[in-house]
Each structure stands twice: as structure tokens, then as C-alpha cells.
């Protein structure tokens, strides 16, 4: 297998692995929420959006505020169903630049 192809199957499985934990880190937010609503969901503001964990002191320095719970879910669901059909697109590549039969 020529070094150029091994080293593109590389970067796409690692590339795969980065989709996943993307996916993974949005999912465990979302299951976070449902526990701590107050600090952790999906935050907004003219500077910032993103999923995660904030208190109401660096809310207020940044000036954003967080969505609605029923927002959080729905993006959350759309993010990791596209988060896992990339990711397996790219494990699908790296299998065959591998060698190997894609699934």
C-alpha cells in the first residue's frame, strides 16, 4: 500500500474519531440538561453559541442566555444523527482506503 493512501485512511479515521466525540460530547449535554437545567444546554448570545456548561456570572460577562430546553433536544438530536452518518462515512473510507470491504 502506497504511503500516501495509508496516511489519507489515517487522517480519515482520526478524522471520524473527532465527528464522533463532537456527537458524543452534544448527546451527553443534552443528557446533562435534563439534571442541571439552570447551568448546562444550549447557550446564545452576539459572541457566542454553543452547547455546554455556564454559570449566570460568565452568562452575564458574555452576555448570552440560554435557549429553551425544547430547542436544546431537537438541535441536540439533529447534531448527533449528523455527527453519526458522517462519521460513519469517513470510517467507511478509511476502511477502504485500508484495504479493507466498507460496511
Known amino acids: 500500500m502506497p504511503a500516501l493512501a495509508k496516511l489519507k485512511a489515517s487522517g ?5 474519531a473527532l465527528v464522533a466525540l463532537v456527537g458524543l460530547g452534544v448527546g451527553l449535554t443534552a443528557a446533562w440538561h435534563a439534571v442541571d437545567p439552570e447551568r ?3 447557550w ?3 459572541r457566542a ?5 455556564l454559570d449566570a456570572d460568565m452568562a452575564a460577562r458574555i452576555d448570552a442566555h440560554q435557549l429553551p430546553g425544547s430547542t436544546l433536544y431537537i438541535v441536540s438530536v439533529m447534531v448527533v444523527g ?3 452518518l458522517v462519521a460513519r462515512e469517513l470510517l467507511g473510507f478509511a476502511r477502504a ?4 470491504q466498507p460496511r
Open 12 to 16: 480519515q479515521l482520526v478524522a471520524a
Open 40 to 42: 448546562v444546554g444550549l
Open 44 to 46: 446564545s448570545g452576539p
Open 49 to 53: 453559541f454553543f452547547f455546554g456548561v
Open 82 to 84: 449528523i455527527c453519526f
Open 97 to 100: 482506503g485500508f484495504g479493507r
